[in-house]
């Protein structure tokens, strides 16, 4: 399996409400979405105690508004986890209570579990010592209990919903290499047909691109019929040079954590990877919707960082102009 930490993350990033109307809909009725919403993840690092920093893929904390009359915050915490975990329910409590004491409102845990073997962690924490007592839930999404329902999954309006299609397919072919192109396929001709803004097209494109990787052969396969798609339907969204683009960021990340040996190494190798992949995104979309790249645009695009390099690219892909992208530069 490939590793799923970014795209996992780079998703919530761009579809929370989706996701929260996908997994908490009870939650999703009660948020105002008129009043936005706060990403706080580097808040969420400053409550992260050294001793809690263990192998989970992902984690979110997003403010949001309730509808309540009274204005009222809420914190919802997500945690993206890839593997077992023993002291899972306690460290989302651990959580829970830091975040409602920093911030004194409400808080929503969900962990969205993505192990395909049959074990379900514990979803509750507690103790009880004498007259002292304990009792915390919170909500587990194992999404191989979502297989049942792929076939609506596939064709859902809910991007958070095609992505879990997505990560399900990737687990039950990884020894099908032609399934998994079929899989593919078949989500990727949903996607260009779904009415998605491109935004979202190439956002998800990128998910299914990372999590169902091909072999060579039909690698190059996928792409003519994609090609030939992005013809009929006019929508030229992925062209040959992103789609290298983004093999390459895949190649260099792994390339360089096998060098390092370390899982720091290859965390940074990861990052590095993605990194370069946005910058060429980037690099092609600018260049494609605005005709040449300014030397200086160029050079703030080398020194980026991954967050900033995946904000222009948003913004480029919608942009009437390139001075909404970088409005500081003659272009």
Known sequence: MTDYDSPWKALCDSFFKELIECFLPDAHAAIDWSQGFITRDKELLKLTPASMTGPRIADKLVSVVKKNGKAQSMFVHIEFQNQRSANLAERIYTYHYRIRDTYQQPVVNLVIYGDPSRYTPSNSFGYSDYETSLSFEFKIIKLQNEWHRIEELAVSSNPFELATAAYLMALANQKQPKQRYLDKWQLTRHLYRSGFSKKKIVQLYLFFDWVMTLPDALEQ??????????????????????RFAMKKGREEGREEGREEGREEGREEGREAGRAETFAELLRVALNQRFGTIPPAVLQKIEAATLPQLNAWFELALTAEHPGIVFPNDTW
């Open 221 to 242: 396969r996928f792409h003519q019929d994609l090609s030939a798609l992005e013809g009929e339907t006019n929508m030229r969204y992925v062209s040959s040079i992103e």
